[in-house]
């Protein structure tokens, strides 16, 4: 796995794209927490949600948190095995948060009437800033990411953990009225054109892909 790692950075092609990719995607990561600080301070709308009205709020932050960041760690494991393989999640993961960007400024919302605050400890510590944030709403970051590992694996029995997780993930967000229904199923949609963007215009995953196992 190193021998690939220090192998691909001595393409020049490789180390100049990669390095590219970690500034613009902290960039995004950057002005997507200063836009979550925004969001909390202006007025959105809320919407009638025939499913949340039907299902009782329950605090399940505890199941969501485990099954979202030890799916995730799985994800970037299984991607850092190969070093295109890293960066095109890299990207993909920048162009998903783009979206969030996007999506989050233009369609401002309030949260749920009965919403139950997700406790989790990493957005907390990072994006929140200490904050509480209530109106990170649409799309869901947590069911969209998951979804995101979904489209990007090629190993079945990965995939099938991937899109396992993103729907357990997903009836949580909403059993615990943290998220719309709305947000929820819009996820796996920006999750995929988040993929689509990317695998269409890298040249190099396809390569990549055919070696895969």
């Known amino acids: 796995m190193l021998y690939n790692w ?13 390095i590219i990719s970690i500034i613009l995607v902290s960039f ?7 836009l979550l600080a925004y969001i909390e301070t202006r007025q959105g709308h809320t919407f009638y949600d025939p499913i949340l009205n039907f299902i009782k709020p329950r605090d399940v932050s505890d199941f969501i948190f485990f099954v979202t960041y030890l799916t995730a760690l799985v994800g970037l494991i299984y991607a ?20 969030r960007v996007i999506t989050l400024f ?10 139950i605050p997700l406790r989790d400890a990493f957005l907390t510590h990072t994006f929140y800033a200490g904050n509480e944030n209530l109106k990170d709403l649409f799309f869901s ?18 995939k099938w953990l991937f899109l396992l997780s993103a729907i357990a993930v997903s009836i949580g967000v909403v059993v615990q009225h943290v998220h719309y229904s709305y947000d929820v199923l819009a996820a ?26």
């Open 141 to 158: 970051g947590h069911a969209a990411t998951l979804f995101l590992f979904y489209f990007f694996a090629t190993n079945k029995p990965l």
């Open 6 to 18: 220090k192998t691909a950075f001595l393409d020049k092609h490789f180390r100049s794209r990669f």
């Open 188 to 213: 796996p949609i920006f999750a995929f054109i988040a993929y689509r963007v990317i695998t269409k215009f890298s040249k190099h995953y396809y390569s990549e892909v055919s070696r895969e196992v």
């Open 80 to 99: 850092f095995i190969s070093p295109y393989r890293f960066l095109h999640l890299m990207q993909m993961y920048g162009s998903l948060t783009l979206l």
């Open 106 to 115: 233009f369609v401002p919302l309030d949260p749920p009437m009965a919403i």
């Open 28 to 34: 995004i990561l950057t002005g997507f927490a200063a």
